[in-house]
């Protein structure tokens, strides 16, 4: 999973506009990389999650 998010970050198009990292589009890449590979090296099923906890007062402004 490291690897895919560390490609995805330096290889996709993973930024908004303000120049922010955009989790909304690296977590789909990420997802479908691991589970791709699972699947094909490991015949195994892997499902990434992602967990986003609550802003606390004051962030994100």
Do not use: C
């Not at 895919?4 to 990420?30: A, C, S, T, W």
């Amino acid at each position: 999973m490291t690897y895919f998010i560390l490609k995805g970050i330096k290889e996709e198009p993973i930024r908004n506009q303000g120049g922010h990292m955009d989790m909304e589009k690296l977590y789909p890449y990420v997802k479908q990389n691991v589970e791709r590979i699972a699947r094909k090296l490991y015949n195994n099923e892997q499902t990434p999650q992602l967990w986003i906890g609550k802003q606390k007062s004051g962030e994100g402004k």
